[in-house]
């Protein structure tokens, strides 16, 4: 094998994407193809008292209406089987769906929409997940205990999902500080906001399915359909055309089933296409909102003796796949720091709100956000420098996390040092400027995945994956390891992928996953073909298989590049024998162990393989006058192991600091007291344009990572996402006089914050 | 349901008389139906392309911007750069690039939203608007013509042609600002807009500031007279305290009430400032939010 230096190649979706060639789902169109809406709940909370659809079915045109009575009773959700397709009796969020219509066309179901009568009793809302862990608080789910769930999901009541980590005596080590420092921090929900709204085509053939649809996990979404419509898995089949973005708002299972169903219903094609407004209220994916209760001893000497964190996560009506975050968050709580003495608790709680869901390093920026500002005011309790401050405290190689797992070769220290560096942390600012800093961490997810590579008689290549490319660029980079495995060049591959009745099984664009594990799979089918090329060029060369050196396209003797033969040639031998075909999987990365620590709620998310660290380093400006917050500078360092394809690799930070500018200053949901969104439209909801994006400087720490992905790469796509918004709470701090203590850290909330300590400034 | 490309103004005005709304870039009418606020009208007369309402003319008593000249011209064009500056700096605010290269300055006046950022910088440049129907044509201030939030006293038959903005006196200068929480693709949460002419010793001979998103139309503030003669600062200042005290702004997602009464004060005292160094002879690059404060580059 050999490594190809630095790959800058032009990604193969490039061109498609930038020329408008390339087909989106909402591109299709089918003959006979019908246009999909939902009725829906409109109310937060509620119980249907009347549910009528005979007038809507009546009008021409109209060629299905369905609701929960035309599908098979099935309760289902990833963690917690507390979700039904349609309402079933009870409306928990304001955009449940109802019902569903399939029409000749959108004028036409929209009518037949507006035709629909359903009435409701009204039931209390449920806003406020911490007061909806009272005792005497209303059930969103009273019959929440008669659900299954995943076996070590600890429930009780509005608590979907309960975690802790323990580790140590926190009472004790409390007792050792000289200092106890406590703060509190609240986190409103935002949203992945990808800039394609979901779409899904359905088509019916006999007893089998071809569903079209911008998911991030075609796998899921199969598994989805197959388990409420009751289906086996190979007559089902998901395609995704190009994806418009995904940010996570695409993973987990959608309203795949419900385009299948009308259009099983309606023997035509159905194809449904989400307004930006849908696709803001009806996603089971909402970064959740969470507040946090911190309590960190501490000595005169910097060092931290005991830590204590309350969480609340706000889960929104469903459980969705959020039933994890109790415990990731947990860890996020903790933070990469060596504590002996700590403890932390979190509860997902059910609300009346839109579910939350996988949003990029879902838990993460929030609470690193939360916990960092909290180190800072840890560090000035104490007067160190927050940059010392973390230095000493952060993990390091050898060293334990919170939750018992020890660390083998890691880059945290290299990632502090480097931010700072290119921050210029240290350098005389103006009075209304500041640099911040914040350390982050998320982990690697090591889960199966298969792939097949073949050569043809051409000497051409293809990459048959079950992997999906949200945008990030991973299943773009396959084509560099399999390229560099049998000696062609990533160009010599064309890519066969997001089709699940072509490849073998992928966990989907969702935790980073993809070159950690797809890659894996490639690198070991593109070996099974490598080896059926040397024995090739063995015979024809008269050497040995083993002393076959595969690169620039030909196969040569090690040490006498003149004995050689092209692989064009050798694959044209192979066209008329025994074809090149290679199938691997591999085994992924065990999980580390944990030592010394309780984890109640364990779902697995306590250990981390290959874990990634970053340390962002941001200059802000403050107007005084108004709280307004510019970003000036990002400087980011990440150890996220070997970079594979550097191009992509930065484009992923550059891209996750833009999103963690915005929610930073200005991506929140609000919801008003009856349970809606205030601010369902891409107005309301400021995500960063191009104009605000700032100056970065992008650093990767690269070390031997043990127990990683292939050439000891990890995870990227979420990392970068987790410690920009707390380096810029961390920068405003300075200027304000205290944190603001309330995310996004809007302009008018920044201005309440400095006129709460009268720090506010005179004339501009 | 009609859609009909006016080649005449002649033309316009029948299909205007026949029930017909205008359309030009569209930019708050498609974009307004989409998102639900009103459905579009069953007749369009697209007024785009009739001949000689994309100029700009300079006259003996100042300038005439025809109705359909786009935000890009506006902000880009070295007169109204130079002379009548806040009508630039709030036309180069617009939305995005693609906004503004099709969006028309008529179309955002007749749309009567109180947070447009062309209002008031042209009601502090004294602008009039001329309407004209198929029996003739009338001028109205802007104060006249906007009644309520995305209403006018145009008649239906009527079609906004042209502004008129008269020639600033000497040693003038103009300025609009908007409070923004990012930089494209916003919408002012407030914004002021001063006109201020000096005295030959440098004090204020005379201040106009108008205001918007504080109001259900454009506020123009009241009882300034009695600043004349004051220094530029005591001016800013005085101006500052009365935009927060006229004011009559709503509590929404965007901002509360509160927020909004000392933020449009902010802006106010920035744009006579602005605008006074402007009359001062400095050049401050269009827009203003790009060249000072918070929105400058470093």
Known sequence: MTVTETPRFVRADGPDKVTGSGRYTADLSLTGMLTAKFKYAGVAHGRITKLDTSAAKAIPGVFAVLTQADVPNVRFGPFVQDRTLFADGVVRFEAEIVAAVAAIDAATAQRAVDAIVVEYELLPVVNDAEAALAPD???????????????????????????????????????????????????????????????????????????????????????????????????????????????????????????????????????????????????????????????????????????????????????????????????????????????????????????????????????????????????????????????????????????????????????????????????????????????????????????????????????????????????????????????????????????????????????????????????????????????????????????????????????????????????????????????????????????????????????????????????????????????????????????????????????????????????????????????????????????????????????????????????????????????????????????????????????????????????? | MSFTIARTLDEALAALAAGARPIAGGTDLVVGARHGKAPLPADLVAIDRIPGLAEVTVTAAGITIGAAVSHHTLEGHPLIASTYSALADGSALVGSPATRHVGTLGGNIMNASPAMDTGAGLTVLGAEVELRAQAGSRRVTLADLWTAPGRTSARPDELCVAVHVPTPAPRSGSAYLRLEYRRAMEIAVVGAAAAVTLAPDGSVAAVRVALSAVAPTILSLGGLETLAGGSVNDVAAAVAAAASQQATPISDVRATDHYRRHTVGVMARRAVAAAARRAAGETIAIPVNRSIGIGAAS
């Open chain 1, 137 to 764: 608080a209303p059930l969103v789910h009273p019959d929440w205990s008669s659900y299954g769930a995943a076996r070590p999901m600890v429930r009780n009541r509005n608590d979907a999902s309960f975690a802790s980590i323990a580790k140590g005596d926190v009472e004790a080590g409390m007792a050792q500080a000289d200092h106890v420092v406590r703060s509190r921090y609240v986190a409103d929900g935002c949203h992945a906001a990808p800039i394609e709204p979901r779409a899904i085509v359905a088509q019916w053939e006999g007893d089998k399915v071809t569903i079209w649809s911008s998911t991030q996990v075609p796998f899921d979404a199969r598994a989805g359909v197959c388990e409420t419509l009751e289906l086996p898995a190979n007559r089902v089949r998901i395609i995704v055309p190009h994806l418009g973005g995904g940010f996570g708002g695409k993973c987990g299972f959608h309203q795949e089933a419900h385009v299948a169903a009308l259009a099983r219903a309606a023997r035509r094609p159905v194809r449904l296409v989400f307004s930006r407004r849908e696709e803001f209220l009806a996603p089971d994916k909402r970064r959740e909102g969470i507040t946090y209760e911190f309590e960190t001893g501490v000595r005169n000497d910097g060092t931290i003796t005991a830590r204590r964190v309350k969480m609340v996560l706000d889960n929104g009506a469903y459980t969705s796949d959020a039933g994890f975050f109790s415990q990731i968050g947990a860890m996020h709580g903790l933070g990469p720091y060596r504590i002996p003495n700590l403890l932390a608790e979190a509860h997902l709680v059910y609300t009346n709100h839109q579910p939350s869901g996988s949003v990029r390093a879902p838990t993460a920026p929030q609470s690193c956000w939360a916990l960092e500002s909290h180190t800072d005011e840890v560090a000035r309790a104490i007067g160190i420098d927050p940059v010392e401050f973390r230095r000493r405290n952060a993990v390091d190689t050898g060293a334990e996390g919170p939750s018992g797992q020890l660390y083998g070769e890691i880059g945290v220290q290299q990632c502090i040092a480097e931010a700072a560096r290119l921050a210029g942390y240290g350098q005389t600012l103006p009075a209304d400027e500041a640099i911040g800093l914040a350390i982050g961490w998320w982990p690697s997810f090591s889960v199966p995945s298969g792939a097949y590579v073949k050569i043809d008689g051409d000497g051409s290549g293809q990459i048959i994956t079950g992997a999906q490319e949200c945008g990030t660029g991973s299943v773009m980079t396959l084509r560099q390891l399999a390229a560099d495995e049998v000696g062609l060049r990533a160009e010599d591959f064309q890519l066969v992928y997001q089709d699940t009745s072509v490849a073998p099984y992928d966990m989907g664009a969702t935790g980073s996953q993809t070159l950690f594990n797809n890659g894996r799979a490639v690198v070991a089918a593109a070996a099974q073909v490598a080896e059926q090329l040397r024995q090739l060029a063995a015979n024809r060369l008269e050497a040995d298989p083993a002393d076959i050196v595969l690169a620039d396209g030909r196969a040569h003797v090690a040490g006498t590049p003149d004995r050689s033969v092209t692989i064009a040639k050798l694959a044209a031998i192979a066209a008329g024998g025994e074809l090149l075909i290679g199938h691997g999987s591999g085994a992924p990365p065990e999980a580390p162990a944990l030592v010394g620590s309780t984890c109640v709620g364990n779902v697995g998310m306590a250990a981390w393989v290959a874990p990634q660290f970053s340390c962002h380093a941001v200059r802000v400006k403050l107007d005084r006058d108004t709280g307004v917050v510019r970003v000036l500078h990002v400087a980011a360092a990440h150890d996220s192991g070997t970079i594979i394809n550097p191009l992509a690799a930065e484009g992923q930070v550059q891209g996750a600091v833009i999103m963690g500018i915005g929610q930073a200053l200005t991506e929140g949901t609000t919801y008003d007291d009856a349970g809606h969104q205030r601010n369902a439209a891409l107005l309301e909801y400021k995500l960063q344009t191009c104009a605000d994006v700032p100056p970065m400087a992008v650093h990767f720490v690269q070390i031997n990572t043990p127990n990683a992905g292939p050439r000891g790469a990890k995870g990227l796509a979420e990392a970068p996402n987790v410690a920009t918004a707390a380096a810029i709470s961390n920068a405003l701090a300075q200027l304000v006089g205290q944190p603001v203590r309330q995310l996004p850290m809007t302009a008018e909330r920044v201005w309440n914050a400095m006129n709460a300590t009268g720090a506010q400034g005179g004339a501009a």
